[in-house]
């Protein structure tokens, strides 16, 4: 080892002593006290040897030799050592030797450094010294030292460690160490960088209590250290003090954890002078630590202002049954500001996406197996089931046409009776067209779109008819969805007509109208520009620093469209969202191409923003604009992970590139400074920027969180599928399971298909296929699941003979939209009664939540009939992950994973077949994604309910990303809608698997014992993804690269100097000073090592072969004796 040939042992005079002393001696003196207690670890020896003072020569043996071996191999000895007693034995020892009258430095010092290293490592080190009556007198040893830099240090390093227990550093904070601490950080200077170090970590560590930074804001000692890091910043000129400076930030971080210390950073131009400080550090190479710290202290610091609107509460409002007059009470009022420490993230577990991440996932697990196995009874009287065997018109319908050969699909359709919705809407596609306008440019305005109707009718005169022609319906009237499957114009108008939104909406959004082709080729996720976050928060960071240069004026206001029109003739972008799924609450513009953008809460609600779908027109071509979504909830988005928002371009698609695409570039999100508007529930808001360069001049484009998929859409789809298939061999209804709150039908389809002959086989095969349930769009915000059951519908009407022999299998019966209010008011979460109608199903309300209270309904009837569906699955989307994967049922893994005990349990495995089938199937399936636990916080989940409620094994809830993928052929690509329309087809080929009659939970004798437990199934409720590599918060300690240990090496640093007059001490900070630490995997132990003692290691191996066989024999640390002399 290098370090051997050096003199680097360094208290005053000892080493020159230890050398001269005979080799033997040392020897002599350590043997008979191993001899003395041979069951007692050579650790424990030195221990007490150490407590019990001797003279000072073989009291610094003993420290040599304890360094030695903690300088060596991991933590693990220090922590043995502290197990043993160490830390209280350095204590005792460094009392008595404090209290003597005349301290001896030579012991104490080495003594002190020790107990630094050791404290460091021992969380009880606070309350330790206290019981040992250490705490204050260090304090008096450092006022008694502060003219002596090096024994300064020392007591600095043990004050700091003592700060790991509050109590302790409150009781130091109490005894004025602050002060006595302050003082000792001077100005910019060259000397005693050492002890100024130490001394402001020191600080920053006795700020780690309200007390402490109550005291510290109080005696101004804010406006102290910003003048401080300005000084060490401007005169630091060959940065060679960054430690210092870095110490500093630290400092200013532990000050501003409070409201009063925030405000006290902004009062003395904090934010300015760390603003201009870290400009020059970010072009300067070596100081690049500086700079995220400081950028962190800025957001922190930035003055919280509440987010420009008169209520949180969503502008879209309906009065509910059962409480007329009333909409929901606001969030009770709360204080204007917080401390930071308290600010905790309130995330309602409930906000999450369907299956997020729970952070106490463990706790979450139902552990009862009585609760896992048992079926609750029914929330309804049996009586109230038959009404749903009109949703079963296969099993009487009679098939006469079979007998003639004419196969008309009128027949088809018009034989089921009730509640068919075709009718109506293709009456109303034969409406005007000019009755619902299409582009914003040739919009109706003032009137309500129904209104008109009712006072026009169909009667309107075709000149009227002719005046309001626009070019979007003449482009519509020639290619009626020309070239896009499945989709028909005045079919959507039609439909788009019929969809009763809060508003009123009269204006249909051009793509959904125009209708969506995928682009041809990939769109691969666009790599993170590095540091991105970063510049996004200096460009916020200098509206507060240049508020002359804020335009700040209001574009876009739902509530009051009048600075529109102020707009109209300027240079500023044009927004709208007043559509179906619209969903853009307030637009500013703030510089001159940079918007803030705020997103409406979910209906009679103030809370679940996420989705966004805007039309912006006016621009310039290549020219980026910013926008930022200034009011996201969520604490993390895919977003920072190579997702990016769509765009559609109303001029693109007129010249036949009809295609929403991903869109954006600088997209990060992270923690912003905005806080609610009124009523104070959340605290906390994140922004998400992108910047988008449009390639045209005054077009017009849609700006999507993701591909839109409206309720007219479904609607106007159902039509065109019902037209297409062939009725004599498809069998499809649409039927209105219930009318919604705010009386929007939603549809319940019928595919199977029609029985080969009126045969009584036939007819019997037909009648007692088994039922598969599909469901999706519980979550309006989850137009991806809209997209995958597009998929599904498609393929299941389909030639393909997959399809055919799926649907001579199976009933399918398909609910594709649970939550039609949503997704026409553009909600993200809820139903309009601000409830999330996925949390609904254990006692789902009749009138509150109507379509998840009869689609259970119609699940209880299928269960009462003896025709339990076979498979159940609901389509939803996934905001924080990659991929697509399904959640099911296992109350084996369930117990397994919560450690409960399994022994005995039988449970039919068939719940694993679909996810393994897709796994081989579906490119963007990922088998290891999926979980099969059942958590409480789910319990009233479809998929749980129809689990436990109605028995069905294969219950499943299928996630698919926003996002994109990361693994199998579409790895790192982003998802577009053919890959999820192709989701819902492989779904459907994966069903072939389950195609036999398989036994239903309940119904099944024959258990199968469960074999192929994968017990390495990834634990899916934690984010897929690596922590980002920009900090998106600020409140939670994000400064890890502050708190690196580097309090080894400072303390090696201050031992190592050869230099014994430390009076006359001047530190070449060249060499002497070890700056903070860059390298992160840098292990302390290399600095320590460099601290052997070589007069020890020759003589006293034995010595040392004792502890290490007692060391290796309790921690297993494998190193030999020899390899300290290697
Ligand atoms: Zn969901």
């Given at each position: 080892m290098s370090g051997y040939g050096r003199s680097n042992f360094t208290w005053n005079g000892t080493l020159r002593e230890l050398q001269t002393s005979s080799p033997a001696s040392c020897k002599e003196r350590a043997r008979p006290a191993m001899a003395a207690?041979?069951?007692?670890?050579g650790v424990e020896v030195l221990l007490s040897n150490l407590q019990n003072l001797g003279d000072i020569e073989s009291t610094l043996n003993i420290l040599n030799v304890l360094d030695e071996l903690l300088s060596a191999g991991t933590d693990r000895r220090i922590h043995y050592m502290i197990s043993k007693g160490g830390s209280e034995a350095l204590l005792t020892a460094m009392v008595k030797s404090a209290r003597s009258?005349?301290?001896?430095y030579t012991l104490l010092l080495p003594l002190l450094h020790l107990l630094a290293k050791v404290g460091y490592r021992d969380r009880r080190i606070g309350m330790k010294a206290q019981n040992a009556d250490a705490v204050r007198l260090t304090l008096s040893l450092l006022r008694q030292n502060s003219k002596h830099p090096r024994r300064a240090a020392a007591c600095l390093w043990v004050l700091q460690v003592y700060c790991s227990s509050v109590s302790t550093a409150n009781l130091l904070g109490e005894c004025r160490a602050i002060d006595v601490i302050y003082r000792l950080?001077?100005?910019?200077?060259?000397?005693?960088l050492h002890t100024i170090k130490a001394a402001i970590d020191a600080l920053a560590a006795l700020l780690c209590t309200k007390a402490n930074v109550h005291s510290a804001v109080s005696k101004g000692y804010v406006a102290g250290l910003l003048r401080l890091y300005e000084d060490w910043s401007s005169k630091d000129t060959e940065h060679v003090a960054i430690a210092i400076r870095c110490a500093l930030l630290r400092c200013l971080h532990e000050v501003t954890n409070s409201t009063a210390g925030r405000h006290a950073l902004v009062a003395h131009g904090g934010i300015g002078l760390l603003y201009e400080v870290t400009q020059t550090c970010l072009?300067?190479?070596?100081?690049?630590?500086l700079v995220d710290p400081s950028v962190q202290l800025m957001r922190k610091c930035y003055p919280k202002s509440t987010l420009?609107?008169?209520?949180?509460?969503?502008v879209y409002c309906l009065e509910l049954p059962r409480q007329p007059g009333s909409v929901p009470a606001p969030e009770p009022e709360l204080n204007g500001e917080e401390d930071s420490e308290e600010e905790?993230?309130?995330?309602?577990?409930?906000?999450?996406?369907?299956?997020?991440?729970?952070?106490d996932y463990d706790d979450d697990l139902e552990t009862d197996p009585d609760k896992l196995r048992s079926r609750p009874a029914p929330?309804?009287?049996?009586?109230?089931?038959?009404?749903?065997?009109?949703?079963?018109p296969e099993l009487t319908?009679?098939?006469?046409?079979?007998?003639?050969s004419s196969s008309e699909p009128e027949d088809c359709s018009s034989?089921?009776?009730?509640?068919?919705v075709q009718s109506s809407a293709e009456d109303a596609s034969?409406?005007?067209?000019?009755?619902?306008?299409?582009c914003p440019t040739f919009r109706t305005k003032g009137r309500d779109a129904r209104e008109q109707r009712e006072e026009?009718?169909?009667?309107?005169g075709a000149e009227e008819a002719q005046r309001r022609r626009t070019m979007v319906d003449t482009l519509a009237e020639r290619h009626i969805?020309?070239?896009?499957?499945?989709?028909?114009r005045r079919l959507y108008r039609a439909a788009a007509v019929l969809a009763k939104s809060i508003p009123g909406f009269?204006?249909?959004a051009f793509p959904d109208f125009w209708g969506h082709l995928p682009p041809p080729g990939n769109e691969p996720m666009p790599p993170r520009k590095p540091k991105v976050q970063r510049q996004k928060v200096f460009e916020d960071i200098q509206r507060l620093l240049n508020?002359?240069?804020?335009?700040?004026?209001?574009?876009?206001?739902l509530e009051d469209p009048s600075p529109q029109c102020s707009s109209e003739r300027s240079n500023s972008l044009k927004f709208f969202s007043k559509f179906e799924s619209g969903n853009l609450r307030k637009a500013t513009?703030?510089?001159?191409?940079e918007y803030d953008l705020i997103l409406n809460a979910d209906a009679n609600c103030s809370q679940h923003t996420q989705w966004f779908y805007f039309e912006v027109s006016n621009m310039v071509a290549n020219v980026p604009y910013r926008f930022n979504v200034?009011?996201?909830?969520?604490?993390?988005?895919?977003f920072n992970y190579g997702m990016q928002p769509v765009l559609y371009s109303v001029r693109e698609a007129l010249e036949g590139r009809p295609h929403w695409k991903r869109t954006g570039t600088e997209i990060c999100y992270y923690r912003n400074h905005f806080c609610a508007?009124?009523?104070?529930?959340?605290?906390t808001f994140y922004t998400l920027t992108f910047t988008v360069t449009f390639r045209h001049n005054d077009d017009v484009c849609y700006l999507a969180y993701h591909y839109p998929y409206t309720y007219s859409a479904l609607q106007s789809h159902l039509m065109v599928l019902h037209r297409s298939v062939d009725p004599s061999k498809v069998f499809f209804r649409q039927q209105v399971l219930c009318q919604t709150l705010s009386g929007n039908p939603c549809p319940l389809v019928t595919i199977t298909a029609c029985p080969a002959t009126r045969g009584m086989r036939d007819l019997h095969q037909f009648r007692s296929r088994p039922c598969i349930v599909l469901t999706a769009?519980?979550?309006?915000?989850?137009?991806n699941a809209s997209w995958v059951m597009k998929g599904t519908l498609e393929f299941l009407c389909s030639d393909d003979p997959v399809a055919q022999s799926l649907r001579e299998a199976f009933v399918f019966k398909i609910i594709?939209?649970?939550?039609p209010d949503g997704v026409i008011n553009g909600?993200?979460?809820?139903s309009l009664s601000g409830?999330?109608?996925?949390?609904?199903?254990c006692k789902p309300d009749p009138v509150l939540s109507p379509t998840i209270y009869h689609a259970k309904g119609f699940l209880y009837y299928l269960n009462s009939t003896?025709?339990?569906?076979l498979v159940f699955c609901d389509y939803h989307g996934h905001s924080r992950k990659k991929n697509v994967f399904l959640y099911g049922c296992s109350i084996k893994e369930t117990l397994w994973q919560s450690g409960s005990d399994t022994g005995g349990l039988k449970e039919d495995?068939?719940?694993r077949t679909i996810p393994k089938t897709l796994d081989r199937?579906?490119?963007?399936?990922?088998?290891?994604?999926?979980n099969y636990q059942v958590e409480k916080s789910r319990s009233a989940t479809a998929r749980v309910v129809v689990w436990r409620?109605?028995?069905?094994?294969r219950s499943y809830t299928m996630e698919s990303t926003y996002n994109g993928c990361d693994?199998?052929?579409?790895?790192?690509l982003q998802t577009g809608t053919r890959e999820l329309q192709d989701m819902g087809v492989k779904f459907c080929h994966s069903l072939l698997s389950v195609r036999r009659n398989v036994p239903s939970l309940y119904s099944s004798r024959r258990l199968v014992d469960h074999i192929d437990l994968d017990h390495n199934s990834h634990n899916c409720f934690e984010d897929d993804e690596p922590p980002c590599v920009e900090e998106i918060e600020y409140s939670t300690d994000g400064l890890s690269k502050l708190k690196g240990s580097d309090l080894d090496s400072d303390i090696n640093g201050n031992t190592s100097s050869?230099?014994?007059q430390e009076e006359e001490e001047e530190v070449v900070v060249h060499k002497g000073f070890n700056p903070?630490?860059?390298?992160?995997?840098?292990?302390?132990q290399s600095s320590l090592r460099s601290r052997l003692f070589p007069h020890l290691i020759g003589h006293d191996l034995e010595v040392i072969e004792v502890l290490h066989m007692k060391r290796n024999s309790c921690n297993?640390?494998?190193?030999?004796?020899?390899q300290y002399l290697s």
């Open positions: 207690s041979a069951s007692s670890s009258f005349n301290p001896n950080i001077c100005p910019y200077t060259t000397k005693t072009f300067t190479k070596g100081l690049e630590s420009p609107l008169k209520s949180d509460l969503s905790d993230d309130e995330e309602d577990d409930s906000n999450e996406s369907e299956e997020a991440d729970s952070k929330d309804r009287p049996p009586e109230l089931l038959a009404q749903y065997s009109r949703l079963r319908y009679e098939f006469q046409e079979l007998d003639s034989s089921s009776s009730d509640e068919e034969r409406l005007k067209p000019s009755d619902f306008n299409s026009e009718g169909a009667e309107e969805g020309a070239g896009i499957p499945h989709h028909d009269n204006i249909l508020p002359d240069d804020v335009i700040n004026e209001v574009v876009f206001d513009q703030v510089r001159r191409n200034i009011n996201c909830e969520k604490t993390n988005s895919q508007a009124r009523g104070k529930k959340r605290s769009r519980v979550h309006p915000g989850e137009s594709p939209m649970l939550n909600t993200h979460r809820c409830e999330d109608l996925n949390r609904q199903w003896g025709s339990t569906p495995p068939g719940y199937l579906a490119p963007a399936f990922s088998f290891n994604s999926c409620e109605i028995g069905v094994l693994q199998g052929i579409y790895k790192g050869g230099d014994e903070i630490r860059r390298c992160e995997g840098q292990s302390h297993g640390v494998g190193i030999t004796g020899r």
